[in-house]
């Protein structure tokens, strides 16, 4: 009997330390959400090193108005080559339902740097700028070529910075293009879509526009005109001459001009 009860208090007596052991070695959970939350923070500033190239990034306040960038080649129907900078079309579509639908935006600024792309691709975001219901301004920065015109004339009111420039050109077809009459009956179609848009989103006439599409002085080996900030203005292309700050000051003016016609509406 009384082994048995020896080796039972052994046995007590051994658990014991070994139950304070877990405990000591297990972690505290309280100890160890600081140290994560310090391994992301560390984590992120890695990212913005490696993205930006700075740690501190300048972060915009909550705003009602939505920037959307077109920038580099609008890619269409035909993927481009991953060195491309491009921009999707089915990318920034759904952007602008969002826009639409979202009560909080009040308007939207397009900052253009794009040197063109897909005809159809180019069209479908034009017509769906141009049919918000918010109001928008364009800025053309660097420049805004090709299929870029019909996009900058969009909005209700456009910019552009002096030393950007506009090439207009005719409509071009890359890849197996077949020879025959139905062709280019299609291609004279579409650059009519392109016209049609342009002069009816600006002030520019039907005519000036095809003169400078058509030209064969102004481009080497090519047919279309390079057009200048100023000329744009001039030609009634763009509205004004201006940058980030007009175009600001401006979708201000158009936004308290559409809450005033709300208000009256809603009096009425």
Do not use: W
């Not at 082994?3 to 658990?15: C, D, M």
């Not at 049919?131 to 900058?152: A, D, E, F, Q, R």
């Not at 020879?179 to 005519?207: A, C, L, W």
């Not at 058509?214 to 004004?240: P, S």
């Amino acid at each position: 009997m009384c082994s048995l009860a020896f080796a039972h208090t052994t046995n007590k007596v051994g658990k014991e330390p070994n139950a304070m052991t877990n405990q000591e070695e297990s972690p505290n959970p309280e100890e160890q959400e600081p140290e994560q939350e310090k391994e992301q923070q560390s984590k992120a500033l890695l990212q913005k090193i490696q993205q930006l190239g700075q740690s501190q990034v300048a972060q915009a306040p909550d705003s009602n108005i939505h920037i959307l960038p077109i920038i580099g080649q609008i890619e269409g129907h035909v993927q481009l080559p991953p060195k491309n900078k491009t921009t999707k079309y089915e990318h920034l579509i759904p952007q602008l339902i969002a826009i639409e639908q979202n009560p909080k935006i009040e308007g939207v600024i397009v900052l253009l740097n794009t040197v063109g792309g897909d005809v159809e691709a180019g069209l479908a975001i034009s017509e769906m700028i141009a049919t918000l219901s918010k109001p928008s301004v364009s800025i053309v920065l660097g420049g805004g070529h090709s299929i870029g015109v019909p996009i900058s004339v969009a909005t209700d009111y456009s910019y552009i910075v002096e030393t950007a420039t506009m090439t207009i050109h005719p409509v071009r077809m890359s890849g197996l293009v077949i020879g025959v009459p139905q062709t280019f009956e299609y291609m004279e179609k579409m650059q009519e879509r392109v016209i049609n848009f342009v002069t009816n989103h600006s002030n520019i006439s039907e005519d000036k526009f095809k003169e400078l599409m058509f030209d064969k002085g102004n481009l080497t080996r090519d047919i279309g005109t390079n057009v200048v900030g100023e000329d744009a203005v001039k030609y009634g292309l763009i509205n004004e001459i201006g940058g980030i700050s007009q175009a600001m000051m401006k979708l201000n003016e158009l936004i308290q001009q559409q809450k005033g016609y709300s208000d009256e509406k809603v009096m009425q």
